[in-house]
């Protein structure tokens, strides 16, 4: 990387760890910090835990596509400021009501897409990879560090204190985003960014809806774990500045876990390692619904827990990239995104509702119960081998100016077909709007020859 897309990719990466830091900070700490407000009730506290997810799920696609006309800065810097008004409204709030408020207004900053294009914009096409790994990075850091700071900061300054943290670190971001990283034009986002023609498809697409409700069945049961296990400890006389002393070992091996499962995939994924990522997570549940009251087996189920949680989270992201048509990954993830958030969304539901009406044993019971569906709809995935996306600009504007006159319609095909006799090319789209072309490839990809067939 040179030092432009170094700089891009250091400042990106400071912005979504510092704005995910605070909204990861409040999940291990409000289940047990709420119960200070005069209208607690684990409904409530689901709402408020999961509330984010409800906004963030809405608006993911349709600022992903806003920043596609008012630039990516605009509309970063429009999501920050919506969320550090989110966080302090919380951060204000007496009643639980209103904290739901500040978490719903902070869902609304839904800005990942739009981060993601941008660090597109701002690298080469050799070099992109590298710039979202560190981006990827950043992201998996600031939860881990968020769960072990969330609760120490939640002992010394309260819930208040928390969101306020998050709203000062929302404010801290938008420099670094105006100031540090680089001015670029927009490239050509389909790759990218979400793109409605193709919306409807993309639902539909019978391995893809898979991995959509697999990522929303996910982060339900983070949600729902992270609504009832802080509950969980304080019955282990556990202050929440002692929780850290579970999370930070719990976190380490867990890791160490999804490296030997990393290791075992031989940088593929098997679908039986998939299937086993679910066991783990479900037979946590099932341990800590049955018997929560030890701390032995609450802490191995927690670790058995996130070990699944840290490989599925990893890899399926790379499955929808693999799987999605060339073009059209950025509205597969943006649509993937939205699973992701309304998962969130759902965790916290369900969990405040059963345990409104039954008990936390139940709401981890339902957890586990939800893993045996889960294990049905991964059984149909097929398993695909890794695939590399590349994108070449220069396509010209009459190749494709009328699709449905024949002639243009065979420009198209005769295109088409040249690309897809280069070797390594296993999917073309073509968009002469954007002036480019899309190629979904293999390791065997001879890109001089790409280039040379759409300089013809």
């Given amino acids: 990387m040179n030092a432009l897309e170094l700089r891009a990719a250091l400042a990106l990466a400071s912005v979504y760890v510092l704005r995910m830091l605070g909204l990861f900070m409040v999940m291990p700490v409000l289940a047990v910090a709420a119960m200070d407000y005069p209208d607690y009730s684990p409904l409530l506290v689901g709402l408020a835990v999961g509330g984010y997810g409800l906004t963030q799920a809405a608006l993911q696609i349709p600022m992903g596509m806003m920043s596609d006309k008012w630039g990516r800065k605009p509309v970063i810097l429009l999501g920050l400021s919506v969320f550090a008004v989110g966080s302090f409204v919380a951060a204000n709030a007496d009643t639980m009501a209103w904290m739901i408020v500040g978490r719903i ?18 690298s080469r096409e050799s070099q992109r990879a590298k710039v979202l790994a560190i981006i990827g990075i950043a992201i998996g850091f600031s939860f881990y560090l968020a769960v072990i700071i969330g609760p120490l900061i939640a002992n010394h300054y309260g819930l208040a204190g928390v969101f306020a943290v998050t709203g000062l670190l929302a ?87 999804l490296i030997v499962m990393m290791g075992i995939a031989r940088g593929r994924t098997p679908k039986w390692l998939l299937l086993l990522g679910v066991v783990f997570m479900g037979s946590a549940f099932l341990a800590l619904g049955v018997n929560g009251n030890s ?59 059963v345990t409104d009406i039954w008990s936390p044993n139940v709401a981890y019971l339902v957890g586990a119960l939800s893993t045996l569906l889960w294990i049905f709809v991964i059984s149909g995935l097929k398993e695909v081998s890794p695939v590399k996306r590349v994108m070449l600009n220069g396509l010209r504007s009459d190749v494709l100016l009328d699709a449905n006159k024949r002639h243009d319609s065979n420009k198209q095909q005769a295109l088409e077909e040249a690309l897809l006799a280069v070797p390594g090319v296993l999917e073309v789209t073509l968009n002469a709007e954007n002036g480019a072309a899309y190629l979904k490839v293999n390791r065997d990809f001879d890109a001089v020859k790409a280039r040379a067939v759409l300089a013809v």
């Fill in 105 to 122: 207004l902070q869902g609304a900053g839904a800005i990942a897409g739009a981060i993601m294009a941008l660090a597109t914009d701002v």
């Fill in 171 to 257: 404010v801290l971001c938008m420099p670094l985003v105006k100031w540090v990283v680089p001015n670029s034009e927009p490239l050509s986002s389909g790759d990218t960014l979400p793109q409605k023609g193709q919306l409807r498809h993309l639902m539909l697409s019978p391995q893809l809806w898979r991995l959509n409700v697999s990522v929303l069945v996910l982060h339900m049961l983070i949600t729902l774990l992270f609504v009832q296990l802080p509950v969980t400890l304080t019955n282990f006389d556990m202050t929440l500045s002692e929780h850290w002393r579970m999370y930070l070992p719990v976190l380490g091996v867990s890791i160490l876990g």
């Fill in 295 to 353: 701390w032995w087996l609450t802490t191995a189920a927690v670790i058995l827990f996130f070990t699944g949680f840290n490989y599925l989270e990893a890899n399926f992201p790379a499955l929808v990239s693999s799987i999605a048509p060339a073009g059209q990954k950025g509205t597969a993830m943006g649509i993937y995104a939205s699973f992701q958030f309304f998962g969130a969304f759902l965790g916290g539901m369900v969990s405040g509702v």
